[in-house]
Each structure stands twice: as structure tokens, then as C-alpha cells.
């Protein structure tokens, strides 16, 4: 069962650089707005994660690896909305 989880990751990792590399610099704004919201959901699935930490004190596992989900999860977020208001103010026109 461990194997075929790392082969569909390796299987993932080469599709999703493929997919990517392939995408043209108009598409990546609406494309960013996408992985935003699947992040946001990463968000929601993390804080569920932590809510079961209460009920269980000795499990320190799941509390460090929802904390860090919830972490890594804000930061894409907030740098992916950051990066579409800037590439959205670049076709916006000059301040008159």
C-alpha cells in the first residue's frame, strides 16, 4: 500500500510540473484564484484536523502537523492573493 501512495505522488509531482510549465502568462491569474481556494479548503480540513486534538491530549502528532497545515495553507493564500493583485494591477492603466 506504502508504494503505490509514493508512485502516485511521483505521478502527481511529474503531471503537475508538466501541466504547469504548459500554462500561458494570461491564464495565471484565474489559475491562481483556483489554487487559492483549494488552499482555503486545506485551511478548513487542517482546523477540523486540530478540533480532534482536544478531545485526545496525548496526540501531539496531529496537533504539530495540523498547526504546520494550517501555516503553510495561510501563507499560500495570502501570497497567492498578494501575486493576482499585482499581476492585476499590472493591466490596470498608468495614475493620470
Known amino acids: 500500500?506504502?508504494?503505490?501512495?509514493?508512485?502516485?505522488?511521483?505521478?502527481?509531482?511529474?503531471l503537475?510540473?508538466?501541466?504547469?510549465?504548459k500554462v500561458p502568462s494570461q491564464l495565471h491569474t484565474p489559475l491562481m484564484s483556483g489554487?487559492?481556494?483549494?488552499?482555503?479548503?486545506?485551511?478548513?480540513?487542517?482546523?477540523?484536523?486540530?478540533?480532534g486534538t482536544w478531545n485526545v491530549q496525548d496526540d501531539i502528532l496531529r496537533t504539530v502537523l495540523g498547526t504546520?497545515?494550517?501555516?503553510?495553507?495561510?501563507?499560500?493564500?495570502?501570497?497567492g492573493y498578494l501575486v493576482t493583485d499585482r499581476m492585476l494591477g499590472m493591466f490596470t492603466?498608468?495614475?493620470k
Not at 41 to 49: E, K, M, N, P
Not at 68 to 78: C, D, E, G, Y
Open 16 to 21: 503537475g510540473f508538466e501541466l504547469i510549465s
Open 35 to 51: 489554487s487559492n481556494a483549494i488552499s482555503g479548503i486545506t485551511i478548513v480540513g487542517a482546523l477540523i484536523s486540530l478540533l
Open 68 to 79: 504546520l497545515a494550517v501555516m503553510f495553507a495561510t501563507i499560500n493564500v495570502v501570497g
Open 1 to 14: 500500500m506504502g508504494i503505490m501512495l509514493v508512485f502516485v505522488l511521483v505521478l502527481a509531482t511529474f
Open 93 to 95: 492603466g498608468g495614475k
